[in-house]
Structure formats: C-alpha cells, structure tokens
C-alpha cells in the first residue's frame, strides 16, 4: 500500500510540477523513447543476469506493493510447526519424524501450516538441518557452524535479485542518453525543414534523457532497495530456524526452543509471548 502510494506520489508531483509550469502534457508521450529506453534496459538485464535471478527479480517484485509473505501469521505457523517437530520427536524418538522429514510436503504434520510450505527453500533448510542432527547426533557448536555457512550462501542468493535491479536502475539514465542521441541524430536528418519539426524533434531527445533518468531514479532504483529490504527480512527467518534446531540440539524444550528462535524476529512482525504460548496450545 505504501509503495502504490509512493508511486503515485512520484508521478503526481512531477507532472503537477510540470503542468503548473505551462508544460504540454502531451509533449512528453513519446512511446519510441520509452520503448528505446525500457527495451535496451530489459534487454541488458537479461544479458546481465542467469535466468535463476530474472525469476526471483520477478517472484519478488509483487511483494513490493503487497508486503513481505513473512508476516506475522507466517512467523506463527513457522513457530509452531517447530514445536510439533520438536514436540513430537521429544514423546516418541527420531522415528517418529522420519517420513515427516524425508517427505514434508506430502506430511499431514507440514500441511498443517500451509503459509510456511509454500517457501519450499525454508522447509528445506529445516529439514535438511533437522535430519544432519538426526543422522549425526552432532553437538550445538558444529551444527550451528553449519548452518551458519549455508545462512551465509543463502544471504547472498537473497540480496541477489535486488543487486541486480539496481544495476538497471544505474543503466536506466545512461539508456536515456542514448535515446536522445538518437533523437538528435533524427533531428539533424530535418536541418532544412520547418521549425516547428526540427523543435518537435528536439523535445523527442529531451524527453528520452528525462525518462531514464525519471525510471531509474523514480521506479527502478527504489525498487531495488526495497527487494533489499525484503530480503534482510527474509533471512530473519532462516535466523529464526537456526536458533530454534540449535537451541533443540543443546536439549532445550521445544516450547524454550521456539522462544528463543521468536526473540530474533522483527519487532513490527514478532508475536508477542502471548501470542505464541496460546498459539501453540493448540498443539498441546
């Protein structure tokens, strides 16, 4: 909601500005400088990127206008998934949990939280760590060491897509440039003609260099810092999985375990004690 709003207010305020300044609306449609510009950017952003980036740029860029997916009925379902995990390995052994973990999304126990399934990348982080510890019986310090080095790699897949959108957002003005060079090159082709021809032709160019720069620095590039954002918020909850199976494999709960990965949640979106505790007696 933020976002549209940002958007509009963007918009508005440069063609209010530029309206209120006697300006022709219609002199800046120019739909060949736009397809000049946003084509040539498209164009270099697929050249730039493996097509693994393109499709997160892609999958991710919806969550700039509706928010992140992990809220905080995700952070719940997350939450108390682990305690059911947790819970029922504690009563009934390792056993109990191995087809829950070598199939969780055919598991009637992962079905149960169906927010947190849909990030398949998660779940596998979870159960991967989860059937390491089973299989190894590794103390805390080793098993955290290995899971801080695949945190480490997934934070770097994460900010990928947003690193990639502000190298469009840096391109976008120079792509500008290159429309208006065009539209002087098409301008000196009309020396000789009227002049109210040679000035429409002058106006084109212009209107190509504002449109990179409007894109780059209006949409583009404050887009791009968002899926940044989004993805430092995403990783919390991979950081929220590492301390609940590290606070598990110490022999902590699985109630004491889900705290301690709860504190590490954002403030904005952190379930309060509360919450959680009558959450997650529904799972009792």
């Not at 945190?151 to 792509?175: D, N």
């Not at 098409?186 to 190509?208: D, F």
Request: proline share 5%; hydrophobic share 50%; aromatic share 10%.
């Amino acid at each position: 909601m933020f976002a549209l709003a940002g958007v509009l207010i963007v918009i508005i305020s440069v063609v209010t500005g530029y309206m209120a300044s006697h300006g022709q609306l219609l002199a800046l449609w120019q739909p060949f400088e736009v397809l000049i510009i946003c084509g040539a950017a498209f164009g270099a952003f697929m050249l730039a990127n493996p097509f693994v980036v393109q499709k997160k740029v892609f999958t991710m860029l919806p969550q700039v206008f509706s928010g992140s997916r992990h809220n905080k009925r995700f952070y719940l379902e997350l939450l108390g998934l682990m305690y059911c995990l947790f819970h029922k390995s504690r009563q009934d052994g390792f056993l109990s949990i191995e087809d829950d973990i070598e199939s969780p999304y055919t598991s009637e126990l992962f079905l149960r939280f169906p927010d947190v399934v849909r990030d398949h990348e998660l779940v596998d982080f979870l159960t991967d760590n989860y059937r390491i510890f089973m299989l190894t019986g590794l103390p805390a310090y080793e098993m955290e060491a290995i899971m801080d080095n695949e945190i480490e790699q997934i934070q770097e897949e994460l900010v990928e897509p947003g690193h990639a959108l502000t190298r469009v957002a840096e391109a976008l003005p120079g792509f500008g440039i290159v429309a208006a060079v065009l539209g002087i090159v098409i301008t000196m082709g009309s020396i000789g003609g009227p002049l109210e021809a040679i000035g429409a032709h002058v106006a084109a160019a212009l209107v190509g260099t504002f449109l990179g720069i409007f894109f780059g620095y209006g949409f583009v590039g404050p887009a791009a810092t968002h899926l940044e954002s989004l993805a430092a918020h995403e990783l919390k909850a991979y950081l929220c999985v590492k301390a609940c199976l590290n606070a598990v494999v110490s022999g902590y709960a699985p109630a004491v375990a889900v705290e301690t990965g709860r504190k590490l949640l954002p403030p904005d979106i952190r379930p309060s004690f509360a919450e959680l505790s009558m959450d997650l007696q529904q799972y009792r």
